[in-house]
């Protein structure tokens, strides 16, 4: 009882009022309740990490849909990482991590703990589970300080724990929003108001593609961070020749989705679901980046579209947020739906299509996930699912043919080619997923690559046997 108490303390004083220690626990709405009370099981754990001026309470609306949608429950189990991100918090706390990177050592340390808790209530360990992180903005720079330079304590890296980052919106090339932030002291955006000012430098512009702003320093701590393997290395403008780093950056696990233009509100003149306009404060922001530099950037009024996908770098896929902004891609936004039987408002979230495409929950008290970037074929949720079953399939087959595989205590899950796969030294076998198909290689197929069965199969055979 006491361990639910704590819990519910430190997530509840992170989200209110911030200045607490970084804290990943299961996690609890807005109202402190917890999302999910049910053990972790054959789940994946998801972790929520947000970015500047974020907290727990900006994934209320994703976690809402989370309670409402049964087949996201019998995948993943979601906790939250919350830390200090405003100087007023930070100042407060004198063990608050004060640098992007530290923040990464402080998600590897949370990290860390759930890996030796029990799996069973009120404690909701991980057992040996590798997760998916979804990131907002600078979490997902926090999430890739944690892969790239993080060692657990069985000696894996951090990247080797991830099954895949989902990133939404992250300056994964910086943004030049903080390099005016570090020249003038701007306030440009509430995003960065209050900011610790170890963040916003993180935060700058690499000059990965030849825009040279005139900050007064380089950013070299992300320039090194994306001149991990398989990069080689760059010459970046102020920073001068980056040194590539040879060890993986596990880049191919990224998923990264940006936003290129605001939304604008839509006009509630017939029936159907109407999307309200960004804040009119995004525009001064946006403007900058899409007007008021030497190449016009597509943004969402923080962050350029090439940032946020990634631009160069050999990522699992990139995708795009239509129709949206800084804010709503991780919140969402209050759409008005009119129909015959008369009107109602519904929180919905950013669309993963072009066009004017209307999907409603059918109900005021509905979230309208169907055609969004979360719910939309192929796209987050999705996503999380073909890891999933991926991951149970393969636990089960080391179980299942371990005199063959001959498995470590704590085999690596690689992403390649379109695979998810395992690779065995000792057996010098692979087993792969791909396509709804479960591939191996190894002495039994004289090493080349066959098809054994379809992933449903196997994974109704996983199943049965607990996994």
């Known amino acids: 009882m006491f361990k639910v108490l704590l819990a519910t303390l430190l997530l509840a004083a992170a989200s209110?009022?911030?200045?607490?220690?970084a804290v990943l626990a299961p996690s609890r709405f807005n109202d402190t309740s917890l999302v999910d009370a049910a053990p972790l099981g054959t789940r994946t754990p998801l972790l929520l990490v947000h970015g500047l001026g974020g907290g727990n309470e900006g994934w209320e609306n994703f976690l809402r849909a989370y309670e409402q949608n049964a087949s996201w429950r019998?995948?993943?189990?979601?906790?939250?990482?919350?830390?200090?991100?405003?100087?007023?918090?930070?100042?407060?706390?004198?063990?608050?991590?004060?640098?992007?990177?530290?923040?990464?050592?402080?998600?590897?340390?949370?990290?860390?703990?759930?890996?030796?808790?029990?799996?069973?209530?009120?404690?909701?360990?991980?057992?040996?589970?590798?997760?998916?992180i979804l990131a907002h903005?600078?979490?997902?720079?926090?999430?890739?300080?944690?892969?790239?330079?993080?060692?657990?304590?069985?000696?894996?890296?951090?990247?080797?724990?991830?099954?895949?980052?989902?990133?939404?919106?992250?300056?994964?090339h910086g943004t030049p929003l903080a390099d005016v932030a570090v020249k003038l002291g701007l306030q440009t955006v509430a995003e960065i108001s209050d900011t610790w000012p170890g963040f916003i430098s993180g935060s700058a512009w690499t000059n990965y593609?030849?825009?040279?702003?005139?900050?007064?320093?380089?950013?070299?701590?992300?320039?090194?961070?994306?001149?991990?393997?398989?990069?080689?290395g760059a010459v970046l403008g102020k920073c001068g020749a980056v040194t590539g780093?040879?060890?993986?950056?596990?880049?191919?696990?990224?998923?990264?989705?940006?936003?290129?233009?605001?939304?604008?509100?839509?006009?509630?003149?017939?029936?159907?679901?109407?999307?309200?306009?960004?804040?009119?404060?995004?525009?001064?922001?946006?403007?900058?980046?899409?007007?008021?530099l030497p190449r016009s950037y597509g943004n969402d009024?923080?962050?350029?579209?090439?940032?946020?996908?990634?631009?160069?770098?050999?990522?699992?896929?990139?995708?795009?947020?239509?129709?949206?902004?800084?804010?709503?891609i991780r919140r969402g936004y209050q759409?008005?739906?009119?129909?015959?039987?008369?009107?109602?408002?519904?929180?919905?979230?950013?669309?993963?299509?072009p066009g004017d495409a209307a999907y409603t929950s059918g109900s005021g008290s509905g979230y309208a996930v169907s055609g969004s970037i979360f719910g939309a074929p192929g796209g987050i949720i999705d996503?999380?699912?073909?890891?999933?079953?991926?991951?149970?399939?393969?636990?089960?087959?080391?179980?299942a043919f371990a005199a063959a595989l001959r498995a470590p205590s704590a085999p690596v899950t690689s992403i390649g080619m379109g695979f998810y796969y395992r690779y065995y030294t000792t057996s010098n076998a692979y087993v792969g997923v791909k396509d709804g198909v479960v591939f191996y290689m190894g002495p039994a197929s004289g090493q080349q690559l066959v098809g054994v069965a379809t992933l449903a199969s196997l994974l109704a055979s996983a199943q049965a046997a607990g996994y």
């Open 335 to 353: 759409q008005a739906v009119i129909i015959w039987k008369g009107s109602y408002d519904e929180w919905a979230f950013c669309q993963a299509t």
């Open 74 to 132: 019998a995948t993943f189990k979601p906790y939250s990482f919350i830390y200090s991100t405003a100087a007023s918090e930070v100042l407060q706390d004198p063990a608050a991590p004060r640098t992007i990177s530290a923040v990464g050592a402080a998600l590897r340390a949370q990290m860390q703990l759930f890996y030796g808790k029990p799996q069973a209530a009120p404690d909701y360990g991980f057992g040996n589970k590798r997760v998916v």
């Open 137 to 172: 903005s600078m979490g997902g720079l926090v999430a890739r300080a944690m892969m790239q330079e993080q060692v657990f304590a069985d000696g894996q890296r951090g990247g080797d724990k991830v099954l895949h980052l989902i990133t939404l919106a992250t300056p994964h």
């Open 383 to 399: 996503t999380i699912k073909a890891a999933t079953q991926a991951e149970r399939v393969m636990d089960w087959a080391e179980m």
């Open 245 to 292: 780093v040879p060890l993986p950056g596990f880049y191919e696990k990224i998923v990264a989705y940006g936003a290129r233009d605001l939304q604008s509100p839509d006009l509630a003149i017939s029936f159907g679901a109407f999307k309200p306009g960004s804040s009119a404060s995004l525009v001064p922001s946006y403007s900058y980046l899409h007007d008021s």
């Open 16 to 21: 209110l009022a911030g200045a607490a220690p």
């Open 209 to 232: 593609d030849g825009l040279d702003l005139a900050s007064p320093a380089c950013n070299g701590w992300l320039a090194t961070l994306n001149n991990y393997a398989p990069l080689n």
């Open 301 to 328: 009024a923080v962050v350029p579209l090439a940032s946020a996908q990634f631009e160069g770098a050999p990522v699992f896929r990139r995708a795009q947020a239509y129709a949206c902004d800084h804010r709503y």
